[in-house]
């Protein structure tokens, strides 16, 4: 690792300091074209997916409380897949960063925008839908779309805010090996690129101080909120003898598990980078494994259109269907109607409408 504490725990799979990896050139060779594929996979479909998305909430369907959630959750995922072939072609060049840094900065700083803003929005929809099954009758006067478009807002607000160092940390520099070769890299030295133990340790503190921010805030935090909410969810459903087979809560279900799947594999990639990155032993593992994680990470971009769609209904009937009914189906409000003395107003909030 540089002096200056640089680090490519920067889901770009940039594993150039990597000395070691030199012996292992077939290795490397093998990671950049996977994770050259990866991407190219997660932008074609997260593009066209998260479009249609977009197109089919934004302009076609009945503005709801549960539509505004899934429109900025597509919003989020179309921009960061629009900067990904920027990644491509840096894998693609062999590591080599042509864009100048501002597109280096902006490019880092949109995928962990992305990574926040998913995350508080999932957690909002956990405590929305666990609001609705408590309190429906606050649900029914005070849930609006003005409401939803304002705690939007607000999270688009907060995560800018915690993507922000991000902006200012991405650097750009010469490779050690090649000169004509422009890396882009997180410089934790700032605001000297100097070789001084003062830049070492400043560099090591803001290297811990933002991994640690990101593990909490933008995922240990968030997790315990969804596990709260849908535990009060579930319990109060077995309470009053209801199933939680309705479309919408299986669909919301899906994307958060998909979520933390994605993600929670870079998240100890990271801290793993953070306390052995100076361990011989180590850094193959690391090598391989930062790349590997960061892929899962980008497919997690794609994912939630391909949820929409084929969650729910049998297979063969979802391709019967038009895209507009599928989306429709997908996020309906949760407003059935009452069919037996057991159901409580709680289950109508759960309730879709695929009879």
């Known amino acids: 690792m540089a002096l200056n504490d640089t680090s490519e725990e920067s889901l770009y799979g940039d594993y150039e300091d990597y000395s070691d990896f030199d012996h292992h050139a077939g290795l490397r060779d093998a990671m950049r074209v996977l ?54 072609a840096y894998l693609a060049l062999g590591f080599h960063w042509p864009f100048g840094k501002a597109l280096c900065k902006l490019s880092s700083t949109v995928a962990f925008l992305n990574m926040f803003a998913s995350v508080f929005l999932l957690t909002v929809i956990s405590v929305d839908r666990c609001i609705s099954v408590v309190s429906p009758v606050w649900t ?23 993507s922000f160092p991000y902006l200012i940390f991405r650097d750009t520099r010469s490779s050690f090996m090649d000169e004509n070769i422009t890396q882009c890299y997180n410089n934790f030295a700032l605001p000297d690129n100097v070789q001084s133990e003062e830049a070492v340790e400043l560099g090591k503190h803001r290297h811990q101080a933002m991994v640690l921010t990101r593990f909490v805030v933008g995922f240990l935090l968030p997790f315990i ?18 199933a939680q087979s309705s479309k919408p809560f299986k669909v919301i279900t899906a994307v958060i598990t998909a979520f933390f799947i994605c993600w929670f594999p870079y998240h100890v990639f990271s801290f793993l980078e953070l306390k052995y990155s100076g361990h011989a032993e180590m850094r193959l593992l690391l090598a391989v494994g930062i790349p590997l994680t960061s892929s899962l990470a980008f497919i997690n971009s794609c994912l939630n259109p391909i949820l929409y769609v084929f969650m729910g209904h049998d297979f063969k009937e979802k391709l019967r269907r038009s895209l507009l009914s599928v989306f429709e189906d997908a996020f309906a409000e949760e407003s059935g109607h009452s069919t037996a003395q057991t159901k409580t107003r709680s289950s109508i909030e759960l309730e879709s409408h695929d009879k």
């Open 35 to 88: 994770s050259m594929v990866v991407y190219s996979i997660a932008f074609l479909l997260g593009m066209i997916g998260n479009g249609l998305v977009i197109f089919i909430t934004g302009f076609r369907m009945k503005r709801t409380v549960t539509t505004v959630w899934f429109l900025n959750l597509a919003i989020a995922d179309f921009v960061f897949t629009f900067f990904l072939p920027l990644s491509v």
């Open 140 to 162: 029914q006067n005070y849930r609006t779309t003005r409401l939803a478009s304002l705690v939007a807002l607000g999270i688009w607000v907060a995560a800018a805010a915690l």
């Open 225 to 242: 909120v969804i596990l709260f909410c849908y535990g009060i969810i579930t319990a109060k459903l077995r309470r009053d003898h209801l």
